[in-house]
């Protein structure tokens, strides 16, 4: 998987020392059904830098990846509308769309889908 100039430095910046770990596990990870770099960095936003996260969230996105777009370009996720904050098509840094709502409001998964993704991690 190739990674940009920008998934390389939010890397960085949200794995801390386990940031080469991360990229190397995402650079050995083949995502053909991923359109383009917006769900890595869907996937990445995501994490929060826990690197046990990775796996588990690509396992999503090669299911579905319109769930991790979802969960991360949008907030309220439990309303009947869900209101878009990020577009993840843009490079990290240029993600935030001009809004009413804040991009920080509320946590980045629901709890459900915390929850799902706590369990053990089947391959």
């Known amino acids: 998987m190739k990674l940009t100039k920008d ?3 939010q890397i960085e ?5 386990k940031a080469e770990a991360a990229i190397r596990y995402l650079q050995g990870t083949s995502a ?10 869907c996937v990445i ?11 588990k969230l690509l396992d999503v996105a090669q299911t579905d990846y319109r769930d991790v ?7 309220r996720h439990e309303t009947e509308r869900p209101i878009h904050v990020r577009n993840f098509n843009r490079a990290f840094g240029r993600h935030k769309l001009r809004t009413k709502a804040s991009p920080e409001e ?3 998964l629901p709890k ?12």
């Open 13 to 17: 910046r949200d794995f801390g020392r």
């Open 45 to 55: 936003f995501l994490a929060e830098g826990e690197i046990g996260l990775l796996p």
């Open 106 to 108: 509320g946590p980045r």
């Open 7 to 9: 998934i390389i430095a």
């Open 69 to 75: 777009i979802f969960w991360a370009e949008y907030i």
């Open 112 to 123: 459900d889908v915390k929850r799902f993704l706590a369990a053990p991690h089947r391959s």
């Open 32 to 41: 053909p059904s991923f359109p383009g770099p917006r769900v890595l960095r």
